[in-house]
């Protein structure tokens, strides 16, 4: 065996059993030390040359990054997720046909589309939706994150909280938290929009917070241009703010004028 | 690559690693697939760029590159290029890909843009990227290591770079061809006109520095460049040595003289010394190059006398060196110079053209009899119309037959009409300069006998000496201020201005400028149109003050002719100038007034004629179809003309949407804009564009149709486009049509004029052979274009009259005999067939029998005289041009008794034959402009000619001195046959001329003579 391959092998060990330790900073050094490691190898992606021991090499990066998605969940660092997410995606994607695939695939795709509900980037979300094959809406994990959009979509947010309770897969804790907040900022938005003022209690009922205090932490963390006073949540100020779009007059009337101008002008 | 990946999400996602191993590892993965995933790699190119500005990471530049080429797919070349620069060597100038190619384009644009721009504000403050410049120069150094130097030229040319032009064109491998292929770019792209002289300067300087220069084109650059000194120099140098140097020095000053630039050649002249033996000389002089002003009086040789030593007075401290010649090669020297002086001041071309013209003369007296006929006698317009035809036909032949044969028709012409018809005498005697003054005394106002002849005719007569004078005005000016000075008859100031303009054209005489003022000032319309006219002409392009003067005077007068007049003449001032002129062209084109606005078009059309430039083409198109006045809009369109003059395959398409304008101005411009920029072309694009025009149903259109349809049609004979038959046969119709409109009618009569123009032997040219423009050509036909306003103005078509005719001189400047091939068939190129008298439905209609019988009797009499000048035709001296092929029949040139002896043999010869692919011409030749390509000259010819321009003057070389040379045009020799035109019509005038023009008394019996057709 290529020892560059060995020594991969052996790191990858070792990240394995850190990651397993939930030894964070040791996984991390180390699955830095790997991703170095691995731009060596010039049978993964990009390049995807045939070398002797592409299959093996493929079959270890590919390993390797999804454990490095993995450890991004358990470090609760989304940019990570997303990095090591869209570094492992070639492996799915391009080399299907070199190499079995993995168990580890639904989850960790039903994972990126959980990240993107919660990011609340939708259009992204359908994009990778449009890129599964039909057979893949099968699988739990996708289900569920399937299910929890069109639930988000429906603005059914109570079934979207209680879905914690049903999930596949353990690393999907950390993003369906993450979930629950995304709702409520969800709802905020709405709120501002539908009402001038509400309140406290419709407020928190609303933003299915369990105190005011939690309320006005919320207020004042995530939505300064909130007001309360006399036990009434106001959201004028937001809506004073929202500047009115002007009709740019002056050039219409001048581009309308020349139009007439080069009409007379016709020879 | 086995497979490929589906995208650069990865890899972008690698980007944002933290170790730089990583990100170094995705940038070079990036650059190699950018081409394939941009679109994805666009929406991280902030990561790629701050990478890029990263003053950490050691790969920027690798960075800058990545996030070049995706600026560049995705078309912000802009950016691209300043990320390009910033990649330092890793962009790879060599590299053949649509990427290099792009940003290399784009470099260079800048670069120019920068330079232009720095050159323009003269500020040497912002200073160009270095690495942009490195770049640049880059490419120039591959440009010419790869031997592609036409593209190093143009770069370095479009950059500025003349450092790098010179070295181009010295290290390329074949430095003649190249310096052609610059001279070219440096006239047809470079539009600024300073730059260019810069870029000339340096094509000069490369020229100079060739071991064997080719004088002939360092001399056209130095002429472009206006360095007289420059000029002189080489030719005194030539001069010096050999025999054949000193005709390449011939050569060199009738190249120059062919370029119409007066003051240029008059300095040119000056530079030369006067020569020691001035006597002597000066008597050499005479004899040489004057010999018929001998018996002229000697007014002219002292006139010229006066000239001279002014000129000598002038170059007096140029001179002062170069005292020490050798003894005996001095007088040969002398000589020389004597020679060279004569060319350069026009005289020996001139005296060479009318011969030509004289001897060569085709014109075809039937048209016109035919024209006259059907004229109706009342309608002054057409008949006068037809005096201009007639002038036009004749211009520069000095054939007035059919004035003398119809003296009694003409005395119908009264008031302007008699104006015209004595300023016609001008333009047949068109270049006639010895001889001018004592042809028109007649009609000239006397000093003394106050109320001789009609003020109209007197006025006439200095317009025409004006004509005949015209652009070679030094020995007439003196005659024509004092004649304006000492009247003060608005009709005689009107013909004096005119006449001074043009004697004096382009020369900013200040005193002559002051007399045509003061007859401004009097404020009186027509003799202030005129002076108007005037001023412009005397001020052809000095873009002088005055020109502020006379728009001052515009806005102050009343009279509408009066600043029609000025604003012609403020346009003509700005000639030339290009965008120096700009000023002077939105002063007037804002102007309030419509007549200054046109003025405005003119000035336009002048300062950039021939240019072909962008920028006055799109305010001229602005102009025709947004300005209020229709007046504006048609001269706008007419000067689209004169600025495309120089590719004239370019007008018709341009105009084209124009000529189907509903406005019958506009589509009178776009006609006469035709007629201008393609006139004498034949262009086939031209004439299916005026063709409808023809039949335009506004009668000014047709007018203006027919006569750009002669400008372009002029030379193209029937069998090179079948549609020059059907033209004239359409010209025939209208004019014997008794429905027809007087305007469609005036403008079919002055048709057949310009078609048939100067006895068949001229075209219209505004550009020389060298492609420099014709200052008098091009004045000549804008004043021509005003002929809308004014009729008389319609002789200014003369000045754009050039002969086309090859001439080749020896050493002498006499005209030897010599043979070039015309590799065509004869017929493409021939005479248009004589008319056949009208049939005898014709004749019924008119109106007395007496007409018919002496049609027929001159039907009769033509006939048999068509059968022995067909015979003529062939062996005449002069051309060949119906001769069949068969080796030149006669063995010299100047006898006709042998002609006629051996005339009948080459006739039976002729008939059957088919016809054959080439004709031997003899010299001097008529060539027209589209035969210049087939002429060849003959190997094993006694005479070699100097340079091989297949039309012109030709200096010969002999190859075989020792030979008496047979002259087949006596010219300097023989003082008869110089005289032969003059002394003809002296001896036909007979009776006191004054007598047969008076109008008012009975006219003389015309006298008797010889028919020539």
Known sequence: MDPKLTEVVQSFERFKAALVRNDLETSNNLLSQLKVMLTGFRSLPPLLEETPNSVQELTIARDIYERAVVLSVKAEDQDAFERDFFQLKPYYVDTAGRLPPSAQEYPILGLNLLRLLVQNRIAEFHTELEILSPGAMENLCIKHAVELEQSFMEGAYNRVLSARKTVPHETYVYFMDLLAKTVRDEIAGCSEKAYDYLSLADAKQMLMLSSDKELSAYVTEERPDWEIKNGVVYFQKAKESAPCKEIPSMPLINQTLSYARELERII | MATMVSSASGLLAMLNESHPALKLHALINLNTCVDYFWHEISTSVPIIESLSEDEEFDQRQLAALVASKVFYHLGELNDALSYALSAGPLFDVSEDSDYVHAILAKAIDEYAIFKTKAAESNQEAEKVDPRLEAIVERMLWKC??????????????????????????????NIPVTLDYCINLAHSFVTLKEYRSEVLRVIVKVFQSLPDPDYLRICQRLMSLDESAGVAMILEKLLQSEQDDALMAFQIAFDLVDNERQAFLLSVKGRFPDPVLRPTENSQLVSNDEPGSVQSGSSLAANDQVAASEDIQMSDGANAPRGIVVEADEERYNERVAKLKGILSGETVIKLTLQFLYSNNRSDLLILKTIKQSVEMRNSVCHSATIYANAIMHAGTTVDTFLRENLDWLSRATNWAKFSATAGLGVIHKG??????????????????????????????????????????????????????????????HGACLGLGLAALGTADEEIYDDIKNVLYTDSAVAGEAAGIGMGLLMVGTASEKASEMLAYAHETQHEKIIRGLALGIALTVYGREEEADTLIEQMTRDQDPILRYGGMYALAMAYRGTANNKAIRQLLHFAVSDVSDDVRRTAVLALGFVLSSEPEQTPRIVSLLSESYNPHVRYGAAMAVGISCAGTGLSEAISLLEPLTSDVVDFVRQGALIAMAMVMIQTSETCDSRVGSFRRQLEKIILD??????????????????????????????????????????????FSQFWYWYPLIYFISLAFSPTAFIGLNYDINVPKFELLSNAKPSLFEYPKPTTPPAATSAVKLPTAVLSTSAKAKARAKKDADQKANAEKLTEDSISASQKGKSPPEKDGDSMMQVDGSSSSVEKKVTPEPEPTFEILTNPARVVPAQ??????????????????????????????????????????????????????????????????????????????EYTP
């Open chain 2, 432 to 493: 006639h300069l010895q001889q001018g003054r004592s042809l028109m005394a007649p009609y000239l106002p006397q000093s003394g006998t106050a109320g001789g002849g009609s003020p109209y005719s007197e006025g006439g007569a200095l317009y025409a000496l004006g004509l005949i004078h015209a652009n070679h005005g030094e020995g007439i000016k003196q005659f024509l201020r004092d004649s304006l000075r000492s009247t003060n008859v608005e009709v005689i100031q």
């Open chain 2, 932 to 1009: 210049e390509k087939y002429i060849k000259f003959l190997e094993d010819s006694r005479y070699s000619p100097v340079s091989l321009a297949p039309s012109g003057f030709v200096l010969l070389k002999d190859l075989q001195p020792e030979d008496a040379e047979v002259l087949s045009l006596h010219l300097t020799d023989t003082p008869y046959s110089i005289m032969a035109p003059a002394s003809t019509t002296a001896a036909q005038q007979g009776p006191p001329p004054a007598a047969a023009m008076a109008v008012d008394e009975e006219p003389q019996p015309p006298q008797p003579f």
């Open chain 2, 144 to 173: 010419i290591l790869d031997q592609k130097f036409q593209q190093a030229i143009g770069i370095a040319i479009e950059c500025r770079r003349l450092d790098k032009l010179e070295e181009a064109i010295t290290r390329s491998d």
């Open chain 2, 738 to 783: 008794k429905h027809e409109d007087t305007m469609s009618k005036m403008g079919a009569i002055l048709a057949s004029g310009i078609l048939d123009a100067g006895g068949r032997n001229v075209t219209i040219r505004l550009l020389s052979k060298n492609r420099h423009d014709k200052v008098t050509a091009v004045v000549g036909l804008a004043v």
